[in-house]
């Protein structure tokens, strides 16, 4: 066994967006690409004698070859000890965990999240720091420049290594920790809420459906669950991580949760449905007949936060992105909490923890998450909407609606135009950024213009500056912003987010209420004009 230094060609696509690299499975399995990328990072991290990392993905097509390059990589690079899920898995939020509680120098989680996977899918790799959270901007575009430079690479020559069993063995002189990624989650969760009240609430008969979506959660969500909590078997879907997702789009979603939503709109549905998307950071909120939108369910975590012992004495503040809706901020300013609002991407969340300024945060994008960790946390938001079930015994419609009766509903939706040529994309965004200062004041129907900016975030603990999206406020109390994915690996999609705010008038339907907003908002930006569309490609 020996190191080998291997010459290698640049490529100019290694920036990481939104949430780290992400591609099509083709592009990563180019010669030398996962190569490049890691050195790359190998490079910017500097010594890596007597660094620990944690390494795992989603079970996803091509984990299993990205995992071994990375090991080998790893130990020709000094690093002194790699922390692996059994058979190369860990879910986000579980690698987050597993960095804090060790206090590990940082990670890598092998996925492309709630893009679907294959041959023909997506692969991605998220690279997370000691924080637990995923490299800054700062970080990550230092390693965009080092990959565009690369020469050459460096990796042990050996066998692969085995990662079914646990224990601990050698790559020279690292350390390879297989450990189970389900066990210290699980523990953490059950530090958190109250498992006894859980588990009375499934011995009396409580029904739940989670959908796993053949992705990394199924072995997290039958241990907790089933196992820990009494959930009937049976209770977790899709349960088995497959390469392919078998075929499904692991995005918990109401377009690609299918199976789900069919169980919780039909007859006999269980009292709680609940879904992941591919990695585990995700999270879809579902009653009888009836779903919870991503923002309010932040909203109705942050108003409940007394009844889950972990958060009991108080909490600092919450966070949303700016393109989650206003809700959780009308909670804030009730219960004197104070209520930040930050770009698109968990990464922007993470000082705000550090230094204590929030406890709790969120996307509308399902993705809801605590400073329990640093990255948002599918299978936690199900226990906390489980929790507030037992405590207070009302359904999740129930609790959805005295939530609208007491601060208001804000009507909330996504319109997401996919696959436009990456040209098509930046013009329509730059004219309406040049545009937005003559729309002040215009008055579109009942829809006047009371602000129109682009969206730019001072962070108060890094002092640094992000700009993401575009934004009209109406002074109706509604908004609509404009943003480009970070995390396709085709094209552009431009993204379209719509709110209404409404203090009464709680029981319409979103997408009626919404209908007049989201036309003026495709009319504003000549969507149809510039890009052929007349209609989203997905609403959520
Ligand atoms: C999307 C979501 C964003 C989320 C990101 C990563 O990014 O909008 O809220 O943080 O995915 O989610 P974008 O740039 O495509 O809008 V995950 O589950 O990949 O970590
Ligand atoms: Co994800």
């Not at 203090?503 to 339907?509: E, P, S, Y």
């Given at each position: 066994m020996t190191i080998k230094t291997v010459s290698t060609t640049p490529y100019d696509d290694q920036k990481m967006g939104t949430a780290g690299l992400r591609k099509k499975s083709k592009v990563v399995m180019q010669e030398n690409y996962v190569e490049n990328f890691v050195q790359s990072i190998f490079n910017v991290i500097g010594?890596?004698?007597g660094k620990v990392y944690v390494l795992g993905g989603d079970g996803r097509f091509y984990n299993d070859i990205a995992i071994q390059k990375i090991i080998k990589i790893a130990a020709a690079n000094g690093v002194s000890k790699l922390i692996i899920g059994r058979n190369g898995y860990v879910s986000t939020p579980a690698a987050s965990h597993i960095i804090l509680m060790n206090k590990l120098d940082g990670g890598f989680v092998l996925s492309a999240s709630h893009n679907p996977g294959g041959i023909n899918g997506d692969f991605g790799i998220k690279y997370a720091n000691q924080s637990g959270g995923q490299a800054p901007s700062q970080i990550s575009d230092k390693i965009y420049q080092e990959s565009k430079n690369i020469r050459e690479y460096k990796i042990y020559e050996s066998e692969d290594i085995d990662l079914s069993e646990l224990g601990t063995q050698k790559l020279g002189d690292m350390t390879i920790e297989v450990i189970d990624p389900v066990k210290d989650y699980a523990a953490m969760m059950e530090q958190i809420f109250d498992f006894n009240a859980l588990r009375q609430l499934f011995a009396k008969g409580f029904r739940m459906k989670f959908d796993a979506m053949n992705a990394v959660t199924g072995p997290y969500a039958v241990k907790i669950f089933e196992e820990m909590l009494g959930a009937e078997k049976g209770s977790v879907i899709n349960a088995k991580p497959l390469p392919d997702f078998g075929g499904l789009h692991p995005d918990p979603n109401l377009v690609y949760a299918k199976e789900l939503i069919n169980i919780m709109n039909g007859k006999d549905a269980p009292d709680f449905g609940a879904a992941n998307d591919g990695d585990g950071d995700r999270n879809m909120i579902l009653g009888q007949n009836f779903f919870v939108s991503p923002s309010d369910s932040l909203a109705i975590i942050t108003d409940n936060y007394a009844l889950i012992p972990a958060y009991k004495d108080g909490i600092f503040g919450v966070a949303r992105s700016a393109a989650t809706s206003t809700a959780v901020c009308r909670v804030g300013a009730a219960r004197n909490l104070p209520c930040y609002e930050v770009p698109t991407?968990?990464?922007?969340?993470v000082n705000l923890m550090d230094s204590k300024r929030i406890t709790f945060c969120g996307e509308e994008s399902f993705g809801t998450g605590s400073s329990h960790i640093r990255e948002k946390d599918g299978i936690w938001a199900v226990l906390f909407w489980l929790s507030i079930i037992a405590a207070t015994g009302k359904s999740v419609a129930e609790i959805t609606k005295a939530h609208w009766q007491k601060y208001g509903r804000t009507y909330y939706i996504r319109n997401d135009y996919e696959g436009v040529p990456t040209e098509v994309a930046d013009k329509l965004m730059a004219d309406l950024e040049a545009k937005l200062p003559t729309l002040k004041g215009k008055s579109f129907g009942a829809y006047t213009v009371s602000e129109a900016a682009p969206f730019i975030y001072n962070d108060p603990v890094d002092g640094s500056s992000t700009k993401n999206g575009l934004i009209i406020k109406f002074a109706n109390d509604s908004r609509i912003i404009y943003r480009l994915s970070g995390t396709g690996s085709s094209g552009a999609t431009i993204r379209v987010y719509n709110e209404q705010y409404k203090?009464?008038?709680?029981?319409?339907?979103s997408a009626e209420v919404l209908k007049p907003l989201a036309a003026l908002a495709a009319e504003i930006a000549e969507i149809t004009l510039r890009t052929g569309k007349t209609k989203a490609d997905v609403t959520t």
């Open positions: 010594d890596a004698k991407g968990w990464k922007y969340f203090k009464d008038d709680l029981t319409g339907d």
